[in-house]
């Protein structure tokens, strides 16, 4: 049974095309999310909205209880610590991280680094061995194989790799650089560009991106259904 994680990062509720300045971000997501339990009822799915309800940015009392050992903790780092633990949990269970993550500024949300911030922490998501300088990060989510899959929109077109403005893309390299280091190497993109202009070329970026939508579920689900098929008997 697949267990995914939906997290939406655009400041924008609802969806383009059904609610008014609705999210093309949260289109794609919940696209993804309902085709892939349109295949696979069985899937079950935690979501959070980190645009709507952002997560804590990180502060002097963070960085010192997240970076003492466990042994010498003080009682009141456990609840400082507590909402990253739960992100953290969140993310370690998920087989597949679907994120919808607008183009703000040439990167990511701030609401959306917010939760790349608590997630990617010493001794949880990865670990730190200085008497191995060539590599002394070990990441802890390479555990098992995990999906992210970076749903984006964008104001602008030529933000794909080898596009012309692709050397200003942030978002989804910075994404691809965080879930690497902590051990999500199989990353998956899809955008919608042209969101400014509108018109014909807005709505056949989004007629592509969701072709590519579909195409990736299926894609990805290939595997886990042909693990599930019996062995053949002739």
């Known amino acids: 049974m697949t267990h995914i994680l939906q997290l939406d990062a655009s400041a924008r509720p609802g969806l383009a095309g059904t609610d008014e300045h609705g999210s093309l971000s949260r289109r794609l997501t919940h696209r993804f999310v309902t085709g892939w339990q349109g295949r696979q009822p069985e899937a079950t799915v935690i979501y959070r909205d980190v645009g709507g309800s952002p997560p804590s940015f990180i502060d002097r009392r963070w960085i ?3 970076f003492t050992p466990p042994e010498r903790q003080e009682p009141w780092m456990a609840e400082v610590l507590a909402e990253s633990d739960r992100l953290i949990d969140e993310l370690t269970a ?7 993550a607008p183009l703000y500024n040439f990167g990511m949300p701030a609401a959306l680094k917010a939760w790349v911030d608590l997630v990617v922490r010493m001794g949880r998501t990865v670990d730190y061995d200085p008497s191995r300088p060539d590599a002394p990060f070990t990441p802890r989510l390479a555990d098992r194989p995990r999906h992210a899959v970076v749903l984006s929109s964008r104001g602008g077109a030529g933000f794909e790799p080898g596009g012309e403005l692709a050397h200003m893309n942030h978002l989804e390299p910075g994404l691809a650089t ?3 280091f902590i051990g999500i190497t199989r990353i998956h993109r899809v955008a919608i560009e042209h969101q400014e202009e509108g018109g014909e070329q807005l709505a056949a970026s989004i007629a ?9 579920i299926g894609r990805l689900q290939a595997p886990r259904q042909a693990s599930r098929e019996p062995a053949s008997t002739t």
């Not at 998920?94 to 919808?100: E, R």
């Not at 592509?208 to 990736?216: F, I, K, N, Y």
Request: proline residues 0%; aromatic residues 0%.
């Open 64 to 66: 010192q209880a997240a």
């Open 178 to 180: 965080v879930l690497e």
């Open 94 to 100: 998920a087989d597949v991280v679907v994120i919808g």
């Open 208 to 216: 592509t991106a969701e072709r590519q939508v579909d195409g990736l």
